[in-house]
């Protein structure tokens, strides 16, 4: 009983010794006030989305006459498929699908080394008391907080200095570096909650360091790698500005291919076929969104409490 | 301060979907009562409480406090303080603040409100604390501010929810003996919801024994320990619990189990007694043992001998197999393997039908 | 001879070596070097000629730059303050029991999920006068209504407000209904009791009891200020004028099209001693504060 019970139950006067007084009203006043706010703030939200969607399945007919809300008279998935395979960014003309690939390429290694990496570290860091921890901890906790804007152009510097240039290596290499703190932090903590007698246990049975972190401390941390998943795959294929940065002109992922597209005008600009990329661009991230359910939500928790 | 109300709760029946806590519960508590609610895990005791003080809509019934109908009012009007487990003070505002919030939400004039803070924190002790946070405080002060906030309503009826239970036992003893003082200088009603049967057996003068959401016996401490009505009551107060000895009732004069007897004489049957298929019932102190033992002793072949301090638990086991505890004088020279003389005295028994409640005869 | 304890250590710090050398290279090496880079005279390529705090004195009498920080401190407060008010009551109004909560939830909070690019485009269409919310006013017959802020440089902040708002309105209201659901119940039978009203223990009781998802929430919505980069190229490119830049595009300009390193990483320094002087009390805090926990 939250605020809830406090807020519906109305108090009508007691009748004393007849019949039973009738229940308390549910639907009080207020509580159509509430679901009007909530109603209000949810076409708020969505309106983005609707508009989106119905544009995208328009002609560019029907958008110059119609109105924006307004859902499509004959949905035409053209415009998806001209966005696919034929939008222009400035000179090439082959859709967003060659962005789409890139973002792939970058995701896939991205997102595996990068929680192989965190996960090690925070392993490292909850069960194994070495000098330094604590420094390498609190560093990463503050750098979470820095803007990338002061580590970007050494960065160039230095994977050009390595030979690696502006490549796919290049680019999972920074979101590897970008993605640890949190992806430390997430393993740390979930580590350090397991009770300590389980990896006491496991080193009189003589297990390394390895073993112990392979055979029974990631089988245990399952939820923790899939909310590291989540995490990680949304935030990677989000990315923009690492990605125009560091991948490389053959290989920009799908966000900065977007903004091409959408910046390059050649004669009229066709809304539907932006828009349908836009969707296209936003569709990974939303497919994951609802099919994790509560555990996008547990994601930004974790990766929310910093320290 | 001698504010009393009874509390009437008449058919008051709890359903929570399609799940019924409370059937048809009447239960009817006279002015300045201490009455204390006992009963295993999920039998619904918080959830009387909570129906007493309007937390949660009845389904069915009426309750009725201080000669009021107050079944559909809010908390606030019904002339009730309740004090929580887990005490639910305010951790922003300091005791003081906790203590006078509701008042001031309330109205109550400014002179009236520090008058009655201070008397409650007088009361319990609490005066140096008054501008401490809650976080700044020990476990048992907390509750005496949980406490507190209660007194100040200066109400008819209290309601406690499993106080002192997360507290640890010296100092659930110190405040229960405090409650018990607090009761007697404000004559108020008590409601005390407990699974701890020694809080239940010093603070009430009666007890409501729960099970499934039904008062199976309503009666004084010594006659629920005494004279339980049926096998529940009988097996969930006292501890260790009483012994069971199934066999079958001779012309109201013996007890027959295996090829041993229990002679009756003496014991008060509720209705004319009848022959058929009993169970016996007599708690670990009232076994008469080794010299006390009367001259038809059994003979019991002791297993295990438990010394307490104070006294001593023998387990044992009679000839048909059944086993008895036997609580002992500590000094009783009783090893494993010794055969044990011991005897029943009639007024000490109890005897319950054979139904599935037990009801005693 | 290496004993076990000798060789489970060397493990430790094999696994611990990729964040060792993050530390040493990125988060150290990086960060000196572009304070370095800031107090010389480089330009499209790095050199070393030191001219002490001259980039600063060019940088805070440059327009664009001045223009950006005033608009990411104007954006930043009305960002963090809308944000956290409309996260907030959306988190109160769904902790009232009401029915399917979880889409609810789901609605406010799917705009996180999105990019920053795909956030500003979107509402770049829609704010856009001619084709969005404008025109559609106008076609439903009130011809005189207008709505073309992403237009004009005096309002087009508060169309990056709009869209921020938007997108990180849910992850506000996700962190405070789990501090809503982390109070105790019987608080509230406690508040119903003395008869509070509900939007008074909501006031005096609840939300002093949320410091910590408050602080959770701003430092994160405030991290993402400090970042603003992909929302403004996306939605407004820095436009009307330079009447939407900020910092963050200010560093990339500067660094990759105007050839301008010295600038850049002067801006880039300024930039990180503004986080630190917000983020280092509040880590002092929380560390206070865990270490008050333990005691
Ligand atoms: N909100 C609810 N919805 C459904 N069932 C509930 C609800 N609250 C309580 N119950 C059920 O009602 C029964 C009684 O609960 P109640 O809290 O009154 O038990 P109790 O006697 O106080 O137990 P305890 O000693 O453990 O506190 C339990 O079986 C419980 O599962
Ligand atoms: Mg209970």
Redesign the interface.
Known sequence: MSGAAAMQTMSPPGDAGGPRSARPVRMTPARWGLYAFLAITAAFFLLPLWVMVVTSLKTMNEIRLGAIIAPPLAPTLEAWAKAWSSACTGLACDGIRVGFWNSVKILVPSVFISILVGSMTGYALSFWRVPGANVLFTAMMIVAFIPYQVFIYPLVRVFAFIGLGQSIATIVIVHTIFGLPTMTLLFRNYFSSLPIELFKAARIDGASFYQIFFRIMMPMATPMIVVAVILQVTGIWNDFILGLVFAGRENLPMTVQLNNIVASVQGEREYNVDMAATMLTALLPLVVYFGSGRWFVRGIAAGAVKG | MSLQSEVDIRDVSVRFGNVQVLEKLNLKIAPSEFIVLLGPSGCGKSTLLNAIAGLLDVSDGQMWIGGRNVTWEEPKDRGIAMVFQSYALYPRMSVKKNMSFGLEVAGTPRAEIEARVAEAAQMLKLTPLLERKPAALSGGQRQRVAIGRALVRKVGVYLFDEPLSNLDAQLRAELRVEIKRLHARLGATMIYVTHDQIEALTLADRIAVMQGGVIQQLAAPKDIYRRPVNRFVASFVGSPAMNFIAGRVEAGLFFHAGDYRIPLAGYAFAGAPAAGAATLGIRPEHVLAGHEAGPDAIAAKVEMVEPMGADTLIWSRLPDGASLSIRHAADAAVREGDTLPVSFPADALSVFDDTPAGARL | MASPRM???A???S??L???I??A???????V??MW?SLTGSRML?NNNFVGLRNYEILFSNDRWITSVHNLAFFGVLFVAISLA?GF??A???????RSE?S????????????????G???Q??LNPT???Q??VR??GFETFTFDWIAHAETVLYCLVIAGV?HA???VM??ML?G?RG????????????????W???A???T??LGASFA??G??LS?SV??L??LS??MT?GGPGIASEV??KF??DH??ERAN?SL??A???S??IT??A??APY?YW??RV?ARGRA
């Open positions: 060789s489970s250590r493990s430790a710090y696994a611990l990729p964040a060792f993050v530390l290279v990125v988060y150290i090496g990086s960060t070097w572009t880079m790095p409309l009551l959306l109160v109004a769904i902790d009232q029991k009401v979880d609810w939830r789901s609605v406010y909070l799917y705009p996180y999920s999105m990019s920053f690019v795909v956030t485009l979107v509402w269409w829609l084709l969005g919310i025109k559609l076609d439903m938007w309105a849910g992850l996700a962190i789990a809503l109070v105790d119940e019987d608080i509230w039978k406690a508040a119903r009791v003395d008869g509070l009203p509900t008074r223990v909501y005096s009781v609840v002093p009891m959770t929430a430092v994160l991290t400090v970042r980069y992909d190229v996306a490119r910092p963050a560093v990339m660094l990759f390193i850049a990483t801006a880039a320094t930039m990180l986080v630190i917000v983020v880590m929380r560390t865990a």
